[in-house]
């Protein structure tokens, strides 16, 4: 599977993105798909995850009840609506899957098996 990432850019505090990441493959609609973010200097740090279906997500402390991730199998594309965005948000923004379920979100790097490009979201206060 090959994911393409899009919709980074340059917002004001308090603003909103929504990013986008396409994936061509046929294992796309059985995949855990996630999204992850690394700000200059820092590890790479889970930020949202859901299920195959939709069906259930999982977020980070740091941007629960800001964040929304949602998927369209049809259209092969997981989302990452994202709300009240403050300075601490600015990173680089990666998508990515996982093939089987391991009986929970996973949160690590090493758990997902490929990764899109990335996209950048500048959050200026």
């Known amino acids: 599977v090959q994911l393409q990432a899009s919709g980074g850019g340059l917002v004001q505090a308090g603003g909103s993105l929504r990013l986008s990441c396409a994936a061509s493959?046929?294992?796309?609609?059985?995949?855990?798909m996630a999204w992850f973010r690394q700000a200059p200097g820092k590890e790479r740090e889970f930020v949202a995850a859901?299920?195959?279906?939709?069906?259930?997500?999982y977020y980070a402390d740091s941007v629960k009840g800001r964040f929304t991730i949602s998927r369209d199998n049809a259209k092969n594309t997981v989302y990452l609506q994202m709300n009240s965005l403050q300075p601490e948000d600015t990173a680089v923004y990666y998508c990515?899957?996982?093939?089987?379920?391991?009986?929970?979100?996973?949160?690590?790097?090493?758990?997902?098996?490929?990764w899109g490009q990335g996209t950048l979201v500048t959050v200026s206060s």
């Open positions: 990515a899957g996982a093939t089987y379920w391991r009986g929970r979100f996973g949160t690590e790097v090493a758990e997902y098996d490929y």
């Open positions: 493959g046929r294992t796309f609609s059985t995949s855990i």
């Open positions: 859901i299920s195959w279906n939709g069906g259930s997500t």
